[in-house]
């Protein structure tokens, strides 16, 4: 830390406990009562340095030989009026970064200028505080800090937006190393010489060297500090992005059990109008627990829908546990918001959206254009091949995403049907290169609904592909007695016809059948195979047992044909039964016609593709 010494006089001043006097071979003739604390002083050596002291006293009559001057308001309170008056009777005071800012105001408030006496107090101040203080990293930001208890005085004199221009200065023209006002011991950091360099060597300090000490700041005084740094343009995004992570960390709450007040709810929204523009600047992770703190402190709309367009644009970085931001409203509510993970979704959807295709243009305008060399085009064409794989390749990330999403919330006993279906249909089906995680979780949902009716249960089952479940998930949709008795149907013949398809077991199949088991086949060989829950309960957990035989297959069928009754009539009019599957042949007569009502719609379906 620098320090000043001024003065040269050995006089002390000493106390008691009403009043404070200095030791002179003159009587006082001024009191001066400053914050309850009366002083027994001179006017002479006051009068000549305080233009202020100079017109009260003129003010105010002499009564008897002691003249009595009281400052109410005076900044800085007892301890920066002593070195005032210190300097005025040439007694020596000491100058650090710690006190010059409440020593500026009082010398502000006593006008000890330039035009009173030369050499006076705010002159040496002013040098001090620009040759020294403002040369020196650490010892601007705690002169910085103490701006904070004379705001408005601070902001007269200039000393905050020097603090801060000074501060700004340094990080633009280092942004990522240390230069020598910089590089500092953390535990000897003040001991640094007046012209700012250090005063013994320090191992390198790491490119975010200045984040961790600009996190000691106020919201105000950082925020206006981050401002100034990013104005330039110079600094790094992901710079910026680091150390707004590291002031995050140390002043935001981020457990539910933290006090939250109306300040924390003002720091997280300075916090979010100074995250960089720029993708990737900030991590998504970082992105959805500033969420999950909005939340907590119940933010602003505002702020909450910036870092859910902030996440969506980089939601394939994200994990299920991230996504898992908890909802505040009540009780008796869902346990997890998931409004808010749909905004992520929509706008992760519509910053993923192709452009428009141009429309073709005629020969005409090909001969036109023939001048542009083939190898631009070959390179544009490359180009838009690789951003539109890179977007299909996002899609799929946030779709294994979304269902490992969907199993967490399936077990929200508050969670409404509708919320659950519309997290599911906002990724598009070709993203699923297979229906396994969705299949897990719709079983989640059905066991933690057990109220939920056919009817509902049918539209629950809508958005599964039966076509893209591996032989597992296959195994167990058809013992799983929550299933719609049509989902079972479905699984077991396309199961069956794979099977068949794939051991030769079958005679003939028709063509729109075979057309589809080989669409199918072509795609089964991507999908990964599935996996179960090893954390789940023993009840949640899937089990193949048995389902070798098929006789279990039979078992289950029978025990739901009580609902056949329930399929769509328009379904099986008019129907034509395809020609016999020796591999289905187990299952029995009434099983069969379920199956020939089966068919017609994977004909339709097919001769649509």
């Known amino acids: 830390m620098k320090f000043m010494k001024l003065g040269s006089r050995p006089d002390t001043f000493y106390t008691t406990e009403a009043v404070r006097s200095v030791s002179s071979e003159v009587s006082s003739d001024l009191i001066i009562q400053v914050k309850g604390s009366r002083y027994l002083l001179h006017k002479f050596p006051l009068l000549s340095k305080c233009l202020r002291l100079q017109k009260l006293c003129s003010e105010s009559p002499e009564s008897s030989q002691l003249q009595i001057v009281q400052l109410p308001d005076f900044p800085g309170g007892v301890e920066a009026f002593e070195h005032c008056a210190k300097f005025c009777y040439g007694i020596t005071i000491t100058l650090s970064a710690y006190n010059i800012v409440s020593i500026r105001c009082a010398a502000e408030y006593l006008q000890m200028t330039e035009d009173v006496e030369k050499g006076n107090l705010i002159y040496k101040l002013e040098v001090f505080l620009n ?19 004379y705001p408005l005085w601070s902001e007269d004199l200039e000393i905050t937006s020097r603090c801060i ?31 700012g360099s250090e005063s013994h060597r320090t191992k390198p300090v790491n490119k975010g060297w200045w984040a961790e000490d600009l996190a000691e700041l106020g919201i105000d005084l950082y925020w206006r500090t981050m401002i100034a740094v990013k104005s330039c343009g110079r600094v790094p995004s992901n710079l910026i992005g680091d150390a707004l992570r590291i002031y995050a960390s140390r002043w935001l709450p981020m457990k539910q059990e933290e006090e939250v007040t109306s300040k924390h709810r003002l720091l997280l929204e300075s916090i979010v109008s100074l995250l960089p523009s720029d993708k990737n600047a900030v991590s998504c992770s970082f992105l959805l627990k500033l969420l ?84 631009n085009v070959d390179l544009m064409f490359q180009e838009s091949r690789r951003s539109s794989s890179a977007s299909h390749g996002s899609k799929i990330k946030v779709a294994k995403l979304v269902d490992g999403y969907l199993q967490e919330i399936a077990k929200d006993r508050n969670l409404p049907m509708s919320k659950f279906i519309a997290i599911a249909e906002a990724i598009p089906q070709f993203s699923r290169l297979d229906h396994d995680d969705l299949y897990k979780a719709i079983d989640i949902y059905l066991k933690g609904h057990p109220e939920l009716n056919k009817s509902e249960r049918k539209r629950l089952c809508r958005i599964l592909d039966c076509k893209k479940l591996s032989v597992e998930a296959c195994m167990h949709a058809a013992q799983n007695e929550m299933l719609p008795l049509r989902v079972v149907v479905q699984v077991l013949f396309f199961e069956q016809a794979r099977a068949a398809m794939s051991g030769g077991q079958v005679t003939e199949l028709p063509d729109n059948i075979k057309a589809l088991l080989a669409a199918h086949k072509k795609t089964s060989k991507t999908t990964a195979s599935f996996s179960t829950n090893a954390t789940m309960p023993p009840e949640d957990q899937w089990s193949v047992s048995g389902l070798k035989s098929p006789k279990s297959n039979i078992s289950t069928l029978k025990m739901k044909l009580a609902e056949v009754e329930d399929l769509d009539e328009n379904f099986v009019k008019g129907i034509e039964k395809p020609k016999k599957v020796k591999s289905v042949s187990m299952v029995p007569k009434r099983p069969k016609r379920m199956f020939s009502k089966l068919w017609p719609s994977i004909k339709n379906a097919s001769e649509k593709n």
């Open 131 to 149: 040759s020294c203080i403002l040369h020196g990293w650490r010892d601007t930001i705690v002169t910085l800090q103490s701006t904070k208890a």
């Open 292 to 375: 999950k703190a909005a939340s907590l402190l119940k933010a602003s709309s505002s702020s909450r829908m910036d870092l859910a367009r902030r996440v969506g644009i980089q939601l394939e970085e994200a994990s299920v546990g991230d996504l898992l931001i908890p909802s505040l409203a009540s009780t008796d509510e869902m346990v997890y918001d998931v409004d808010i993970v749909m905004t992520i979704l929509e706008n992760f959807m519509l910053q993923g959206q192709s452009p428009q295709t141009s429309p073709q243009r005629s020969r005409g305008d090909f001969e036109r254009r023939r001048s542009r060399s083939a190898e």
């Open 165 to 195: 221009e000074v501060l700004a200065s340094k990080v633009i023209s280092h942004p990522s190393k240390v230069s020598l006002s910089h590089s500092y011991s953390r535990k000897g950091r003040d001991d640094l010489s007046c012209n």
